[in-house]
């Protein structure tokens, strides 16, 4: 048996316009009859403030900051049933694209207090990693 290395793709990186995207997030495409897609940010006191998904407008991230936490849940499309969920931390924003992290090593943020106690990375690494 070959030895493979557990590396996990924790960054994504997605386009914006106008502070608003025009895609959805990996693994969590809206589509018809097989489930409904919730996004939001949360906030310090873990309220979500929802952000909404329109055909022509997208997801409106302007309000999204560096450190901020944003959360993705993947419902069943007639039963109140959780498919699947995961927690974002934004590790940088510019004008032009964001980039989101959902583990660190090992850790899957599946929670938003392990989101939310991951480091974020220094302003030199990030300035690496959007180039």
């Known amino acids: 048996m070959d030895n493979m290395a557990n590396k996990l793709i924790d960054r994504e990186f997605y386009k914006l316009?106008?502070?608003i995207m025009y895609e959805h997030f990996k693994e969590f495409a809206y589509k018809w009859g097989e489930n409904r897609i919730y996004c939001a940010k949360v906030l310090q006191n873990g309220e979500f403030?929802?952000?909404?998904w329109?055909?022509?407008n997208g997801?409106?991230?302007?309000?999204v900051r560096r450190g901020d936490v944003i959360?993705?849940?993947?419902?069943?499309?007639?039963?109140n049933r959780t498919i699947d969920k995961i927690f974002y931390?934004?590790?940088?924003?510019?004008?032009?694209?964001?980039?989101?992290?959902?583990?660190?090593?090992?850790i899957v943020y599946t929670t938003y207090l392990k989101a939310l106690k991951a480091p974020l990375p220094k302003a030199k690494e990030c300035?690496?990693?959007i180039k």
């Open 17 to 19: 316009k106008d502070g």
């Open 49 to 52: 403030q929802w952000i909404k």
């Open 54 to 56: 329109s055909e022509n």
């Open 59 to 63: 997801y409106d991230l302007n309000d």
């Open 71 to 79: 959360m993705l849940q993947k419902m069943h499309p007639k039963h």
């Open 89 to 106: 931390k934004v590790i940088s924003r510019t004008k032009s694209k964001i980039i989101a992290q959902w583990a660190n090593g090992d």
């Open 127 to 129: 300035k690496e990693i």
